[in-house]
């Protein structure tokens, strides 16, 4: 059976922690590297949280593409951040709700207004 017919990842209902709209978080994001790790923090509200998928083309997934777990953040300054979220992301609630266990909500490209963004 291939990869993309067995893999876990890509059950419609895997579960993820859902953060609601105006929950202050701090999402912490690594990238090891060889010798070393790029840490990067990133602090704000919570505006929505989605699954998405890339326009990766090589991709072995559901539908021939890579679903991505987005958390979108606004800055305090006002700045609106799009994380995708992995295995190497702590996300902190800082004020505000806890998230909680539930499935990514799938967005479309023709649906998410900062599809020009990414």
Do not use: C, F
Not at 1 to 19: A, F, N, V
Request: charged share 25%.
């Amino acid at each position: 059976m291939h990869e993309s017919e067995t893999s876990t990842s890509l059950d419609d209902d895997q579960q993820t922690l859902l953060y609601q709209p105006g929950t202050r978080v701090r999402v912490t994001q690594q990238i090891p590297r060889r010798t070393d790790t790029l840490v990067t923090v990133t602090e704000g509200k919570v505006v929505r949280q989605e699954r998405q998928k890339s326009g990766s083309w090589y991709a072995r997934n559901k539908n021939a593409k890579v679903w991505l777990d987005r958390l979108i953040l606004e800055k305090p300054d006002g700045e609106i951040s799009i994380l995708n979220l992995d295995e190497y992301s702590v996300v902190q609630v800082l004020e505000g709700p806890e998230g909680l266990r539930a499935s990514s909500p799938l967005m479309t490209t023709s649906q998410d207004p900062t599809a020009g963004v990414t």
